[in-house]
C-alpha cells in the first residue's frame, strides 16, 4: 500500500503511515513533560490522600479541588490565552486528560469542566459570552456542566423533549424541560442546555447559569462506581434565558453535541490510560508482596502472563491515543493555514478524525475493562475487599463503556464513518476492494524476512481483510447492510484491532531509533504478542461476519482468502509475556 506524509480520518484502512510523522509518547518536549508532572503531583498531594473523602462527596471538596486544578492552569489548557487560557497544544491537553485519567472521580469532574462542560462555548460561542465566561472558567471561578441526556432521550439524543420559546419582547428565551445524568450538575455555575425552539426538530443550544430563577437540581444519585462525582438531574421550569446566551445558531445544536461527543470520545480514550497505568501498578505491586506456596505470587506463570497482558493492552492503547492526538494537532495548523479561525479548524480536526475517535472510546474503555479485572484476580480473595485499592478501580472502570456514547454506539460509529468515506466520489476503496476481491484466489500470507517488513505487510493484510469484508457484506446486502448491526460492528472490531496494531508497530519501530538496542527487545516482545491475538481476532470478527450473509461457495471463497491474511509466522508467545512480566516486576510500577 501507498505510504502518505499525512494520513486524513480513515485513510489508516487504504494507506500506510509516513514513520517520520507518527508522533509517540517518547516524544513528548520538555514542557509537556512538566505538565504531566505537575498533573502527577497534584494527584499524589490533593486526590489520592483524599480518595474516601471524595467518594463521600464531602460538601465542597470536589469543587475545591477543581478551584486548586484551575490555580495551576490546568483547566485553561485549551482555552487560547485572550481567553485567560494558556492555549496549548491537543497533544497536551490530551497529556493532562492521561495523567488526570487515574483520579477516579476526580478525573471524571476534571474531564467533564475542561470537556463537553466548556468546549461548546469555546467553539460555538459568540465572541462576547466568550469573553464574558472563558477567563473564569480558565481559572476555576466558574465550574461547567453538560446538559443533553434526558429521561426519554439517551443515545438518542434529538428526540429530547425540553423546550424553548421566544418571549413576546423578543428578548429571552423560556426554557421548560428535564435532564438527567449530568456530571458537576451538583455545583456547575454554567450549563450547556440542548433544547429545541418552539416546534423545531433539531436542537438548539444555550448558555444557562445556575442561579437562573426556575433552575432546580435533584439529589445526588447512588451509582456503582465514581461515587464522588456528582450526577444529579435538573429541572427548568420557566426559565429566562437571554437570546444572546445561545450558543451557535438556531437548529445546530444536534450538530455541537455530535462535535463536543468526538472530543469527548477521544478524552476518554486518554482519561483511561491513567487509569489503567494505576490498576497495573497495584497488580504488580501486590503481586511482588503476597507469597503462596513459599513464594511470591509474581513468580508463577500465570500471574505474569495476567501482568504482561495489562502492559501489552496498555502500551497499544496509548500508542494509537497519541498517534491520533498529532493527526489532529497537524490538521489543525494545516486548516489555519488556510486562513480559518483556529476555533473552526479544531472544530474541522475533530470531525476528520472522528472514526478514529469512536476507535480509541472503544479500544481504551475496554483495555481499562480488562486490566482492572484482572487487578482483581491477581488480588484473589482481597480484591473483593473494600478495603484494597482495586475495589474503586474496578468499580469506577465501569461507566466508561457507556459514556461519551455507548460502544455499541461506537462500533456503529466507526462502520458508519467507514461506509460514508468508502461512497465519497474521490474515495478509491471499493475500486481497491472490488480489485482485491477480482483477484482473491492470489492472495497469499505476509512472507517479507525483515521483521518489521514482514510486520507492515501482515498489517497491510488485516486491512485487506477489513476492504474484503466490508465489500462483499455491502455487495451481498445492499439497502439491508444498514440495518445488520452485527456485521457492522463486526467490521467495527477489525478496524480498531487493525488501527491499534498498525499504531503499536510504530512506535516501536521508531523506538529503535530513540532507545538502546538492548533496551528494544521487550517492546518487540509486546509487538510480537499484541499483532498475533489480533490477528486472531481479526480473522474470528471477520468469519463472524461472511458466516451471516454468504452463501456456502461464496463463505469458502472468503474464508480461504481471510485465513491468508490473517496467517502469521507464529512466536513463543509464553516466553515474549514472561520478559514483559519480568521487567515490570522489575520496575515495580509501569515504566513503559
Known amino acids: 500500500m501507498e505510504v502518505k506524509n499525512h494520513l486524513n480520518g480513515g485513510e489508516f484502512i487504504i494507506h500506510n503511515a509516513n514513520l517520520s510523522n507518527s508522533f509517540i509518547p517518547e516524544e513528548f518536549s520538555e514542557e509537556q513533560r512538566m505538565i504531566a508532572d505537575m498533573c502527577q503531583d497534584f494527584l499524589e498531594k490533593e486526590v489520592f490522600p483524599n480518595l474516601d473523602r471524595i467518594d463521600a462527596q464531602e460538601k465542597g471538596l470536589m469543587p475545591s479541588l477543581l478551584k486548586k486544578t484551575g490555580e495551576l492552569g490546568l483547566l485553561g489548557l485549551s482555552i487560547p490565552e485572550e481567553y485567560g487560557g494558556y492555549g496549548q497544544s491537543f497533544v497536551t491537553s490530551m497529556i493532562a486528560a492521561d495523567v488526570l485519567g487515574a483520579g477516579h472521580s476526580y478525573a471524571v469532574a476534571y474531564s ?55 418571549s413576546e419582547d423578543g428578548k429571552h428565551y423560556i426554557l421548560n424541560g428535564q435532564k438527567m445524568w449530568i456530571t458537576n450538575g451538583g455545583f456547575a455555575d454554567i450549563l450547556t442546555v440542548f433544547a429545541k425552539v418552539d416546534n423545531d426538530k433539531i436542537l438548539s443550544c444555550f448558555l444557562v447559569e445556575r442561579n437562573t430563577p426556575g ?5 445526588e444519585e447512588h451509582k ?23 450558543i451557535g445558531k438556531r437548529g445546530e445544536g444536534f450538530r455541537i ?39 511470591l505470587i509474581s513468580n508463577f506463570g ?22 491520533t492526538s498529532a493527526y489532529v494537532d497537524e490538521k489543525i495548523h494545516s486548516e489555519m493555514e488556510k486562513g480559518k479561525k483556529k476555533e473552526e479548524a479544531y472544530l474541522e480536526a475533530i470531525g476528520e478524525y472522528a472514526l478514529e475517535a469512536a476507535v480509541l472510546k472503544v479500544l481504551g474503555s475496554e483495555v481499562l475493562d480488562y486490566v482492572t479485572d484482572e487487578a482483581v484476580q491477581i488480588h484473589g480473595g482481597m480484591g473483593f475487599s473494600a478495603e484494597m485499592p482495586v475495589d474503586r478501580c474496578y468499580r469506577d472502570s465501569r461507566i466508561n463503556r457507556i459514556f461519551e456514547g455507548t460502544n455499541e454506539i461506537n462500533r456503529l460509529v466507526v462502520a458508519d464513518q467507514y461506509l460514508k468515506m468508502a461512497k465519497k466520489s474521490d474515495s478509491p476503496i471499493f475500486a481497491m476492494a472490488k480489485e482485491l476481491y477480482n483477484s482473491i484466489d492470489s492472495i497469499k500470507p505476509a512472507s517479507a524476512n525483515d521483521y518489521f517488513d514482514y510486520k507492515v505487510e ?12 466490508q465489500y462483499c457484506a455491502y455487495e451481498t446486502l445492499g439497502k439491508q447492510y444498514s440495518g445488520e448491526q452485527e456485521i457492522q460492528m463486526n467490521i467495527s472490531d477489525m478496524i480498531i484491532q487493525t488501527y491499534a496494531t498498525e499504531s503499536l508497530m510504530l512506535r516501536v519501530k521508531k523506538l529503535t531509533g530513540i532507545k538502546a538496542e538492548s533496551e528494544i527487545g521487550v517492546y518487540k516482545d509486546i509487538l510480537d504478542a499484541y499483532i498475533q491475538e489480533a490477528a486472531l481476532k481479526i480473522y474470528s470478527s471477520a468469519i463472524e461476519a461472511i458466516s451471516s450473509f454468504a452463501s456456502e461457495s461464496e463463505y469458502s471463497k472468503l474464508q480461504k482468502a481471510l485465513q491468508n491474511l490473517t496467517t502469521f509466522k507464529p512466536i513463543n508467545s509464553k516466553d515474549a509475556h514472561r520478559r514483559i512480566a519480568e521487567k515490570l516486576i522489575e520496575d515495580n510500577i509501569y515504566k513503559f
Open 302 to 323: 500465570a500471574i505474569k502472563y495476567k501482568l504482561a497482558e495489562q502492559v501489552i493492552r496498555c502500551f497499544a492503547n496509548e500508542s494509537a491515543l497519541y498517534r
Open 458 to 469: 501482515l498489517i497491510e493484510n488485516f486491512k485487506k481483510a477489513v476492504l474484503l469484508t
Open 257 to 295: 453535541a455530535l462535535n463536543i461527543l468526538h472530543i469527548g470520545r477521544i478524552k476518554l480514550g486518554a482519561n483511561v490510560i491513567g487509569s489503567i497505568k494505576r490498576a497495573i501498578n497495584h497488580s504488580v505491586q501486590y503481586a511482588n508482596e503476597r507469597k503462596q506456596f513459599g513464594q
Open 215 to 219: 433552575v432546580t437540581f435533584g439529589a
Open 224 to 246: 456503582m462506581g465514581i461515587k464522588g462525582s456528582s450526577t444529579v438531574q435538573i429541572f427548568f421550569n420557566d426559565c429566562k434565558i437571554p437570546v444572546e446566551n445561545m
Open 112 to 166: 467533564a469542566d475542561t470537556g463537553i462542560g466548556t468546549l461548546p462555548l469555546l467553539y460555538y460561542g459568540s465572541d462576547e459570552l466568550k469573553q464574558k465566561y472563558l477567563p473564569q472558567i480558565a481559572s476555576g471561578e466558574l465550574l461547567t456542566a453538560y446538559c443533553l441526556t434526558e429521561p426519554g432521550a439517551g443515545s438518542d439524543a434529538n428526540s429530547g423533549r425540553t423546550r424553548a420559546v421566544l
